[in-house]
């Protein structure tokens, strides 16, 4: 009789003693070894994923050339820039295929290639961060973008350089050993130049002491990152990272650095002998002649410059690229716009006329690419607003309406002596 009481073929608890009692062909299981058998799963793939080299991002190797060309899609011009970006996130992923391979020191022939960490310099809106978030959009490997201004020195408020790598735990959902073969760009890197060329004697605790707090961060060492931004939650367990393989770029306008650069290539000499075609033509675009020198005299520290021994500038936007930036890119401003009016069902058209006309109000006004958007909006808020409500199914943008919109919003009176 007792042989026909059912019971779990696995601890051997009857069927009285358990709450659910699953059978099968030939056994039966209960709950209870349902969830220990769900415990042991749940920690040996865990373990399996800690071993699994890049469990969470495959890499695919793009071409610098292939980079460009997808980076030609969102941003125009800056061929300089994208360059080197691309070459740099290129041997990045070499770097990553290379280091696991090449393991050939019995022989001798061991070689590491070092990471070259970037830095770009460029005036307000003309594309830096956008370069940046288009780069993301492209890379199997995880991607953030931090911002410098709000780091202080520990023990200060604001934010430890630490959080840089907690904002990429977070991209790849804490998975630390994607995490550490990423890419981080740090925005507003000039925010944190120390004020004066000269080591401070007071504390520059958003400034100089960042930069110090950053050294070993970009050339590579095990750091302690607290997962959810150290100084709210104290109590938390740390995550270690090594950050040998996560390629820094920094980006940063360096307002002000043009006349350190017109020092140094002495654009304001005079005499019979000096050529002032060759004069102007250096003044107009003095940020292609930067170097690690002007950005020390600027205010970053020379032990920050010797980790990003790549130097790069973005160009300033004429009127010629400021007009192809709104018409051609992608995700191009009046692209844009006529999409949030076929939403509506009204189909928008632009003259060239007012195209020309927001161009030469871009440029006066020197507010580089960001400058449309806010010239764009100060057109067009007053048809967003009122054609929603009406039965128009069509609305043309002229000159005529351009102007008078225009001279009523705010914008008018930005204008640059």
Sequence with gaps: MAKNILHCSFCGRSRDEVKILIAGQEGHICENCVEHAREIIDQELMVRDEKA???????????????????????????????????????????????????????????????????????????????????????????????????????????????????????????VNAAEKGIVYIDEIDKIARKGDNPSITRDVSGEGVQQGMLKLLEGTDVLVPPQGGRKHPEQKLIKINTQNILFICGGAFDGIDKIIARRVQTNTIGFNV?????????????????????????????????????????????????????????????QYKKLFELEGIDLTIENDVLDFMVERAVEYKLGARGLRSICEGILTDAMFELPSSKETSFTLDLDYAKRKFDKSKLSLLKVA
């Design 53 to 175: 080299p890049n469990s969470s991002f495959k890499l695919t190797i793009k071409k610098p050339i292939e980079i460009k060309k997808f980076l030609d899609e969102y941003v125009i011009g800056q061929d300089e820039a994208k360059k080197v970006l691309a070459v740099a996130v290129y041997n990045h992923y070499k770097r990553l295929q290379q280091r696991p391979a090449d393991v050939n020191a019995a022989a001798g022939n061991e070689i590491e290639i070092e990471k070259s960490n970037i830095i770009m310099v460029g005036e307000t809106g003309t594309g830096k961060t956008l370069l940046a978030k288009s780069i993301a959009r492209m890379l199997n490997v995880p991607f953030a973008i931090v911002d410098a201004t709000v780091f202080t020195e520990a023990g200060y408020v604001g934010e430890d350089v630490e959080s840089i790598l907690t904002r990429l735990l977070q991209v790849c959902n804490y998975d």
């Design 275 to 335: 050529d002032k075609t060759l004069q102007e033509n250096m003044k107009k675009n003095l940020l292609r002649y930067v170097n690690a020198t002007d950005l020390k005299q600027f205010g970053l520290i020379p032990e920050l410059l010797g980790r990003l021994p790549v130097v790069t500038h973005l160009d300033p936007l004429d009127a010629e690229t400021l007009r192809a930036i709104l018409t051609q890119p992608k995700n191009a401003l009046m692209k």
